[in-house]
């Protein structure tokens, strides 16, 4: 059956949540281990760090509240299928696409925070390639605590699929080209 979660978009809360634990988890670091770090994870650090306790607790209390409309919507359906992201993959060592005006950090993730904000168990499996044979991704998501419904799916796809081990098998390494 085709259906949604009747869901307003995170992605502003999720930003707070996920730039203030950034600007948590960097509050013991060296200034030369911040060095090292990749440059959009340091612009997230610094967002992070702007942050007032009335924007965190506020963020808070809307994923509060997402979490519940996205538990509503699995008290009827068992499984939630959709694509892992929105674009085709972006080169190798990148973290996100290069950045233009049409496409933005939240095009990248729209599809997989709103289940790392509720907790809801979800797996990506290979779902075959694009012209240009680029990875595609296939989420599926569950129940809060079904993680052996969402794996039993998971594995199904891949064995009725003949994509299973799609993606290990034809990645190869730029820096040792026999991996």
Same mark, same amino acid.
């Given at each position: 059956e085709e259906a949604q979660p009747n869901i307003d978009d995170p992605l502003p809360f999720y930003r707070t949540l996920l730039d203030s634990g950034s600007a948590l988890n960097v509050s013991s670091w060296s200034d030369? =281990? $911040?060095a090292l770090a990749d440059a959009t994870f340091i612009e997230g650090v610094e967002r992070g760090r702007?942050? #007032?306790a009335v924007d965190l607790r506020a963020a808070y209390l809307q994923r *509060?509240?997402?979490a519940t409309? !996205?538990?509503?919507?699995? =008290?009827?359906?068992?499984?939630? !299928? $959709?694509?892992?992201?929105?674009?085709t993959a972006y080169d190798l060592g990148r973290r996100e696409p290069p950045r233009d005006p049409g496409d933005t950090w939240e095009v990248t993730v729209c599809f997989t925070a709103p289940f790392n904000i509720t907790g809801q @168990?979800?797996?990506? !499996?290979?779902?075959?390639?694009?012209?240009s044979g680029l990875p595609l991704g296939l989420q599926i998501v569950g129940r809060f605590g079904r993680d052996d419904l969402v794996l039993r799916a998971a594995a199904a796809f891949e064995?009725? #699929? *003949? $994509?299973?081990? =799609?993606?290990? #098998? =034809? !990645?190869? #390494? @730029?820096v040792n080209s026999e991996a």
């Open positions: 030369e =281990q $911040l702007a942050l #007032s *509060g509240a997402f409309t !996205v538990a509503n919507f699995f =008290q009827r359906y068992d499984l939630l !299928v $959709l694509p892992c992201n929105p674009t @168990p979800a797996i990506t !499996v290979p779902f075959g390639h694009t012209e064995a009725t #699929s *003949g $994509l299973a081990n =799609q993606m290990v #098998s =034809q !990645v190869k #390494s @730029p």
